[in-house]
């Protein structure tokens, strides 16, 4: 099977307007770029929407089961297991369709599903079938959206403009789980109660919830209008599809998608600098995970503290992670991507050393006791800006190296690895947690993580050594 290029996906002039900027690599020239912004926002809309539909999915589940641990794994598992099997054939169909269509229809595709939600809800207040089920399909849907955002980034900036537009990429990703999965969903509840609805011989009862599931519709309608609104020719594929797509949920699909797998993942294991770059982002989004698996165990075990107080932590660590953010093009201007990517590393590792080391210490010196707080604070706004010192720069460099052709594979394939990793890890990071401490499984972390960036340093040193770079 051959992929054939066109000739002229785009005209030189729009192409003018968003990617030959004067000054290069500057937040001015992503937030002057009009396409950019409208993708931008929808970003920032969809993943609020994302994130509150998780949110109000979990608090369902838990109103209706009275809190049942079995299934409120079910309704985790609803919107996680289908980043496994979609992810890679997800990235196949967006390197063949044209990236605007792809958004637009994965966020109408998720505003249906959610107004049926709502539907789903009042019709039958305590069935989870069906939550479960349109759930599913949201985030199936989902990982079509995401690797076709991600791979429409370098076709509005530009790869001299990569490392801003990603940092207001990572900015906005943190601050839309905070407003999705803490804030809006509380907004909401506080300010609907529940109301009847007359439908002639009956009568609907709207709660809250169905409230909440209402407005994340409509935030998927309005991403849905701002992609409309991106000028098609911006993202229209490099591939011909009328040659390359399947046809048939049958064979010929399987067959397509087996191909292209194998030949992204020979064509990474060539790239060294792709390859370590996709283990960096991967190894950080585990990570992340990981610290949102123990963080409320470390508050209530090490601290001594209530699991609310969970803004102790998560407070300074967000302040560190925008910060690191808008720092990120200024630090990738003067130094190069591999020294930042290594100095974060060390730095991640020494605040995950060092935040259950430091309360030991505190109760041993009394003259840390009255600062314990203080270094947590500190440490956690350490580590925030560290996860961003390896995540935007190793981002970059996969977006950098990964041909037009093959984005959309290269970062599915990071999706995949990042969501099937994840499981083994957080279950075997909860019961080492639990047999041998907090503080324990977080050195081991922080071993980890001085292990993988010797491997990377030493794979990429050996490379070049070889002329493989």
Same mark, same amino acid.
């Given at each position: 099977?051959?992929?054939?290029?066109?000739?002229a996906?785009?005209?030189?002039?729009?192409?003018?307007v968003?990617?030959?900027?004067?000054?290069?690599?500057?937040?001015?020239?992503?937030?002057?770029n009009?396409?950019?912004?409208?993708?931008?926002?929808?970003?920032?809309?969809?993943?609020i929407?994302?994130?509150?539909?998780?949110?109000?999915?979990?608090?369902?589940?838990?109103?209706?089961?009275?809190?049942?641990?079995?299934?409120?794994?079910?309704?985790?598992?609803?919107?996680?297991?289908?980043?496994?099997?979609?992810?890679?054939?997800?990235?196949?169909?967006?390197?063949?369709?044209?990236?605007?269509?792809?958004?637009?229809?994965?966020?109408?595709?998720?505003?249906?599903?959610?107004?049926?939600?709502?539907?789903?809800?009042?019709?039958?207040?305590?069935?989870?079938?069906?939550?479960?089920?349109?759930?599913?399909?949201?985030?199936?849907?989902?990982?079509?959206?995401?690797?076709a955002?991600?791979?429409?980034?370098?076709?509005?900036?530009?790869?001299?403009?990569?490392?801003p537009?990603?940092?207001?990429?990572?900015?906005?990703l943190?601050?839309?789980?905070a407003?999705?999965?803490l804030?809006?969903?509380?907004?909401?509840?506080?300010?609907?109660?529940?109301? %009847?609805?007359?439908?002639?011989?009956?009568?609907?009862?709207?709660?809250?919830?169905?409230?909440?599931?209402?407005?994340?519709?409509?935030?998927?309608?309005?991403?849905?209008v701002?992609?409309?609104?991106?000028?098609?020719?911006?993202?229209?594929?490099?591939?011909?599809?009328?040659?390359?797509?399947?046809?048939?949920?049958?064979?010929?699909?399987?067959?397509?998608?087996?191909?292209?797998?194998?030949?992204?993942?020979?064509?990474?294991?060539?790239?060294?600098?792709?390859?370590?770059?996709?283990?960096?982002?991967?190894?950080?989004?585990?990570?992340?995970?990981?610290?949102?698996?123990?963080?409320?165990?470390?508050?209530?075990?090490?601290?001594?503290?209530?699991?609310?107080?969970?803004?102790?932590?998560?407070?300074?660590?967000?302040?560190?992670?925008?910060?690191?953010?808008?720092?990120?093009?200024?630090?990738?201007?003067?130094?190069?991507k591999?020294?930042?990517?290594?100095?974060?590393?060390?730095?991640?590792?020494?605040?995950m050393?060092?935040?259950?080391?430091?309360?030991?210490?505190?109760?041993r010196?009394?003259?840390?006791?009255?600062?314990?707080?203080?270094?947590?604070?500190?440490?956690?706004?350490?580590?925030g800006?560290?996860?961003?010192?390896?995540?935007?720069p190793?981002?970059?460099?996969?977006?950098?190296?990964?041909?037009?052709?093959?984005?959309?594979?290269?970062?599915?394939?990071?999706?995949?690895?990042?969501?099937?990793?994840?499981?083994?890890?957080?279950?075997?990071?909860?019961?080492?947690? %639990?047999?041998?401490?907090?503080?324990?499984?977080m050195?081991?972390?922080?071993?980890?993580?001085?292990?993988?960036?010797?491997?990377?340093?030493?794979?990429?040193?050996?490379?070049?050594?070889?002329?493989?770079?």
């Amino acid at each position: 099977m051959g992929i054939k290029k066109k000739d002229a996906a785009h005209p030189p002039d729009e192409l003018a307007v968003t990617r030959n900027q004067q000054h290069a690599g500057s937040f001015r020239n992503v937030l002057n770029n009009r396409p950019f912004m409208l993708l931008w926002v929808a970003q920032l809309l969809s993943q609020i929407g994302f994130n509150a539909a998780n949110y109000g999915v979990l608090t369902t589940v838990a109103k209706i089961t009275n809190g049942s641990v079995i299934l409120s794994g079910m309704a985790i598992i609803s919107f996680t297991l289908p980043a496994v099997p979609f992810s890679l054939l997800a990235g196949v169909y967006v390197d063949y369709l044209d990236k605007r269509l792809v958004l637009w229809v994965s966020n109408a595709l998720r505003a249906i599903a959610t107004f049926l939600i709502v539907v789903a809800l009042i019709w039958n207040p305590n069935g989870l079938l069906f939550l479960f089920l349109l759930n599913f399909f949201i985030s199936m849907v989902t990982q079509f959206f995401m690797p076709a955002e991600s791979s429409a980034i370098p076709l509005l900036v530009g790869t001299e403009n990569l490392v801003p537009a990603l940092s207001l990429f990572n900015i906005t990703l943190n601050v839309a789980q905070a407003i999705g999965f803490l804030v809006l969903g509380r907004v909401i509840e506080g300010f609907f109660s529940t109301f %009847q609805v007359p439908l002639g011989f009956a009568t609907a009862t709207v709660t809250a919830t169905d409230m909440l599931f209402a407005v994340i519709g409509l935030s998927y309608l309005l991403c849905t209008v701002l992609v409309l609104a991106i000028p098609h020719t911006l993202l229209r594929s490099s591939l011909q599809s009328e040659h390359a797509l399947p046809r048939s949920p049958g064979k010929e699909m399987w067959a397509i998608v087996q191909h292209d797998i194998k030949g992204t993942w020979k064509f990474m294991r060539r790239d060294r600098k792709l390859y370590v770059a996709l283990l960096q982002v991967s190894f950080i989004g585990i990570l992340l995970l990981v610290i949102g698996e123990l963080a409320p165990v470390f508050v209530v075990q090490i601290l001594g503290l209530q699991s609310t107080d969970l803004t102790l932590l998560f407070a300074p660590a967000g302040i560190g992670l925008v910060l690191g953010g808008l720092l990120m093009p200024l630090a990738t201007r003067y130094l190069k991507k591999s020294l930042v990517i290594f100095i974060g590393s060390i730095l991640t590792a020494a605040g995950m050393i060092l935040l259950p080391l430091s309360q030991v210490l505190a109760h041993r010196i009394p003259f840390l006791y009255p600062w314990a707080l203080f270094m947590v604070g500190t440490l956690a706004f350490v580590l925030g800006l560290a996860l961003d010192m390896v995540n935007i720069p190793a981002q970059t460099v996969l977006q950098e190296r990964a041909p037009e052709e093959e984005r959309g594979r290269v970062l599915s394939f990071q999706f995949m690895l990042n969501n099937a990793g994840s499981i083994p890890v957080l279950l075997g990071a909860g019961f080492i947690g %639990q047999a041998l401490g907090i503080g324990v499984i977080m050195y081991m972390l922080g071993g980890a993580i001085l292990l993988f960036q010797w491997w990377a340093t030493s794979y990429e040193a050996h490379a070049q050594k070889t002329g493989a770079l």
